[in-house]
């Protein structure tokens, strides 16, 4: 792992660990860098903020589960180790998921996943999504994003193939055909 890599996830689990204590909203940069070791300069070297270090570690976790949909894994076994990784990370997902403000990573996740499955329709067809698909994956990405707050929220109860089996039973049937033909699901 190179040097950037190292500092960025020095930083990664200084934020985690202030996160344990105190809100996202109110853990400031000094208390990351003072956590980390790092000078504040190294900090604003690698991240824009503190909500761009989230939504960078957050990536980390959460990308891995969906590199093999359509390659080996069906959108179901992508959903269940993306929760898997989340119950595994909880603290962490805990404290990114109760706040709202801008680039939160609700709005992280919905534009993260949505990116995702656009590309992969144009990798597997060749194409861009007619519109009509286009809005029922938007929806579908939205609700997702919804679901997943509110499962971390409420405390992870519900098993994460459980969950992820909630939200393919959940996706319109337009789309479901769009995947079924790509052999995603």
């Known amino acids: 792992m190179?040097?950037?890599?190292k500092t960025r996830y020095k930083l990664a689990m200084a934020v985690k660990e202030c996160?344990?204590?105190?809100?996202?909203?109110?853990?400031?940069?000094?208390?990351?860098v003072e956590g980390a070791g790092v000078a504040r300069q190294?900090?604003?070297r690698n991240f824009l903020d503190k909500y761009d270090l989230i939504n960078w570690y957050f990536d980390k976790l959460v990308l891995a589960c969906f590199e093999e949909i359509g390659v080996s894994h069906t959108v179901e076994e992508s959903l269940t180790q993306?929760?898997?990784?989340?119950?595994?990370?909880?603290?962490?997902?805990?404290?990114?998921?109760?706040?709202?403000?801008?680039?939160?990573v609700k709005e992280h996740d919905f534009a993260l996943i949505l990116d995702f499955y656009q590309e992969l329709i144009v990798k597997k067809t060749g194409r861009e999504p007619e519109p009509d698909i286009r809005?029922?994956?938007?929806?579908?990405?939205?609700?997702?994003?919804?679901?997943?707050?509110?499962?971390?929220?409420?405390?992870?109860?519900?098993?994460?193939?459980?969950?992820?089996?909630?939200?393919v039973e959940a996706m319109p049937a337009k789309l479901e055909q769009v995947f079924e033909n790509m052999g995603l699901m």
């Open 2 to 5: 190179e040097k950037q890599e």
């Open 19 to 32: 996160m344990k204590i105190t809100p996202v909203d109110k853990i400031t940069v000094k208390d990351i």
């Open 42 to 44: 190294t900090f604003y």
């Open 82 to 104: 993306k929760f898997r990784f989340i119950r595994e990370e909880k603290a962490f997902f805990m404290g990114a998921f109760r706040s709202d403000g801008q680039n939160s």
């Open 135 to 167: 809005f029922l994956l938007e929806m579908y990405c939205q609700g997702s994003v919804y679901m997943t707050a509110k499962w971390i929220l409420g405390g992870m109860e519900e098993a994460p193939e459980h969950m992820a089996r909630k939200l």
